[in-house]
Every structure is written in structure tokens, then in C-alpha cells.
T-cell receptor, first 113, second 112 residues
Framework: NAGVTQTPKFRVLKTGQSMTLLCAQD?????MYWYRQDPGMGLRLIHY???????AKGEVPDGYNVSRLKKQNFLLGLESAAPSQTSVYFC????????????FGPGTRLTVL | AQSVTQLDSQVPVFEEAPVELRCNYS??????LFWYVQYPNQGLQLLLK??????LVKGINGFEAEFNKSQTSFHLRKPSVHISDTAEYFC??????????FGAGTTVTVRA
């Protein structure tokens, strides 16, 4: 039982390049989330999904796209990376109870030059 | 909309001393409250949560938190810290939905 895994762990991009971050969970959770973590700002929700085939915008969605084609996977895409997207990205998953815990992956550190 | 304020960004503390991390929230409706911990170079994990009932909540690793509705606070405490408690701590709130709003975090550094 691996929990929530994220690929890759580190990435360096040049401005304008694109990339996809992969999140996978093996807990059969319906809900999945993408956050970004920046110093002094805590975690901010980028996009989330309430089930396979669904996505919704969070607090800071601009510049990102997501897809949830399979229940266990949640992909975060950057079409044209900008230096402002330099951050640590965390994926999380949770059950359908809003009082339940969110389980977090180990994070992806992205640097955009 | 709810917001979360963690009143201390950095808390240095000596080993075996007590520590308190302060969290205030603003919401016009009832909330659910969480404390998460992030150890260096790791993801977040749940320390404890308040859903209802007793206002004193006990979590893992000897941490506890007290919900105070009148002061809209959810402060985290540990009576005696260890070096291994060095981490960043996040307070978070949720209101009847599946999204968490996080505070900016408090970095706890435990010194020998």
C-alpha cells in the first residue's frame, strides 16, 4: 500500500516549456487535490476532482490544467511554464466524507528558469 | 469564505520545553479544524482534528489542541518537545465541503 505517490520528485523547466505532474493513489479515494506550497503562504488549492472524469477549479487555477481519466490518477499540466510557477506541488486524496483526513504525497519541487 | 491565521511564523524551543502554536480562524458558520505536520522534505500528515464534541482533542506524538468557539481559535500544544518535533505545522479549516483552507504555517525548531 503505497498511499499517494507523485512523479517526478524534482524538475527544472525553462520559461515556456510544458510538463505534466502525475499523482497516483491506491486507497480507492474519490477526491483528489493539487496544491502548491510557497514560503509564507501555506498550501493553496489549484484544482480538485470529486470523482473519475470530473475536475474543478480551486483558489489559484490560472496557468494549470488537470485531468482525471482514471480514479486512481490525477494529472496536473503546465502548458507554458512561468517563473511564478516555481513552487512545491503536493497531491492529496480523500474519501467522500468531508471530515475525513486528506492524505498527501511527498511533493514535486519545480523550478522554472 | 473562511480564513486561517497562524499567529507565529517561527517558534524556536528547547528540547523538553512546552510549545504552543496559535491558530485563529474566521467563519460565519461552523467549521471543522485540522492540524497537519510537515517534516523536512516530506508531505503533510494529520496530527489531529476537531469535528464536534469535546473541545480538547488529542492527536499523535503527544500533541493536543483546544477548540475555543468564542475566540475562534484552535491552538496546538505539546507539554515536552523532542528534537524530532522539528517541522512545519499547518492549521486548516473546512466548512461542510471537501476543500481545506490552510494557514501560512509555523516552523518549529527544537534545540538541544
Amino acid at each position: 500500500n503505497a498511499g499517494v505517490t507523485q512523479t517526478p520528485k524534482f524538475r527544472v523547466l525553462k520559461t515556456g516549456q510544458s510538463m505534466t505532474l502525475l499523482c497516483a493513489q491506491d486507497m480507492n479515494h474519490e477526491y483528489m487535490y493539487w496544491y502548491r506550497q510557497d514560503p509564507g503562504m501555506g498550501l493553496r488549492l489549484i484544482h480538485y476532482s470529486v470523482g473519475e472524469g470530473t475536475t474543478a477549479k480551486g483558489e489559484v487555477p490560472d496557468g494549470y490544467n488537470v485531468s482525471r481519466l482514471k480514479k486512481q490518477n490525477f494529472l496536473l499540466g503546465l502548458e507554458s511554464a512561468a517563473p511564478s510557477q516555481t513552487s512545491v506541488y503536493f497531491c492529496a486524496s480523500g474519501s467522500t466524507s468531508y471530515t475525513d483526513t486528506q492524505y498527501f504525497g511527498p511533493g514535486t519541487r519545480l523550478t522554472v528558469l | 469564505a473562511q480564513s486561517v491565521t497562524q499567529l507565529d511564523s517561527q517558534v524556536p524551543v528547547f528540547e523538553e520545553a512546552p510549545v504552543e502554536l496559535r491558530c485563529n480562524y474566521s467563519s460565519s458558520v461552523s467549521v471543522y479544524l485540522f492540524w497537519y505536520v510537515q517534516y523536512p522534505n516530506q508531505g503533510l500528515q494529520l496530527l489531529l482534528k476537531y469535528l464536534s464534541g469535546s473541545t480538547l482533542v488529542k492527536g499523535i506524538n503527544g500533541f493536543e489542541a483546544e477548540f475555543n468557539k468564542s475566540q475562534t481559535s484552535f491552538h496546538l500544544r505539546k507539554p515536552s518537545v523532542h528534537i524530532s518535533d522539528t517541522a512545519e505545522y499547518f492549521c486548516a479549516v473546512s466548512i461542510n465541503d471537501y476543500k481545506l483552507s490552510f494557514g501560512a504555517g509555523t516552523t518549529v525548531t527544537v534545540r538541544a
